[in-house]
């Protein structure tokens, strides 16, 4: 059956009514396009009983809370920011596992989201939960991919109820949606980002100087690959980023031997994003990557492409 998705939110909207009532919810917004639609349904359901909350984990792109806080406010949504930069980091101190690093961001999430809660009378959390975050992380006897932050990540004891309008869809159902209702391209169209933010575009330990080394790598990758769409030099991959090894290899800086990390470059071409094959990325654009890369992250040497298509890798690297 062909999605419709003036269908969808004229069904959502009641269905939100009919769940959340009189009470007021918290809408966690992280900047992509399934929270910003989720919110924009949430608004039309139950307008002036939602709380926007946005958190700033320490782990978001370069600049993004700037930028989700302007377009917010151009969508006409108050946001409020909270700064956990330093809270996140501190639990994620010495954690290598990446389940265990997903688990530990989903309850920080939700533990904010609780003390939010109890200023403001709040009772439910509205999430943009989709249907691969529920499905890789388990769901319905599957086996576990990885848990996703906002659904296996979630503590088994919390003190909100949740509301997941677009639990049971697809990506590209949810841009339809986000076209729909009017939400601008750059948002609709976004590129997807993972919940647990850098935390698993860094292999291992996080340490801060790793989350400002990926920043830069992934805002060189994302704005070389954009010009290089514009220009037409190449079709837009579905996702696209950069990622960093906990490995170090030997180069060389000028006439001196160098030990420098590695970072990975990751482009992938998706419908949904349950499955996704590598992208062909024109090797001059690669290769102006790499040199920006090296050149202006000093402690990265050596740069990748993965080639690998999902399965068997996954898309993002943890």
Not at 164 to 188: A, F, Q, S, W
Not at 308 to 316: A, L, R
Request: with cysteine.
């Amino acid at each position: 059956m062909t999605f419709d998705p003036k269908k969808f939110i004229e069904t959502s909207v009641k269905e939100i009514q009919n769940k959340i009532g009189n009470e007021r919810a918290i809408i966690a917004v992280s900047g992509g396009v399934d929270s910003f639609v989720a919110a924009t349904i949430a608004s039309k359901a139950v307008p002036g009983q939602l709380h926007s909350v946005y958190v700033d984990n320490g782990l978001m792109r370069k600049n993004e809370t700037q930028k989700v806080t302007e377009v917010a406010k151009r969508l006409g949504v108050t946001l409020n920011v909270i700064d956990g930069r330093k809270r996140f980091l501190d639990a994620l101190k010495g954690i290598i596992e990446p389940e265990q690093k997903r688990k530990i961001i989903g309850e920080m999430f939700v533990r904010v989201f609780e003390e939010e809660a109890k200023k403001h009378n709040v009772k439910f959390l509205i999430q943009g939960t989709i249907a691969p975050d529920w499905i890789e992380s388990g769901g319905m006897g599957r086996d576990t991919i990885k848990s996703h932050h906002n659904v296996g990540g979630l503590p088994e004891k919390m003190h909100l109820k949740l509301c997941e309008p677009l639990r049971e869809l697809y990506k590209h159902e949810v841009r339809m949606l986000g076209k729909e209702l009017g939400l601008p391209e750059e948002i609709h169209q976004r590129q997807p980002f993972p919940g647990p933010g850098l935390a698993v575009r860094i292999v291992g330990e996080i340490t801060e100087e790793k989350v400002k080394m990926v920043q830069e790598a992934c805002e060189i990758v994302e704005t070389e690959i954009d010009n290089a769409c514009k220009q037409g030099k190449m079709e837009r991959p579905w996702q696209y980023f950069a990622a960093l090894l906990p490995s170090k290899t030997v180069g060389v800086r000028g006439d001196e031997r160098a030990y420098q990390y590695t970072m990975i470059i990751r482009a992938v071409r998706s419908l949904d994003g349950m499955t996704a094959n590598f992208s062909h990325i024109p090797f001059e654009i690669l290769e102006k990557i790499s040199t920006r890369i090296t050149n202006e992250i000093h402690t990265v040497g050596r740069v990748t492409y993965d080639i690998t298509n999902k399965p068997p890798g996954t898309i993002e690297m943890e």
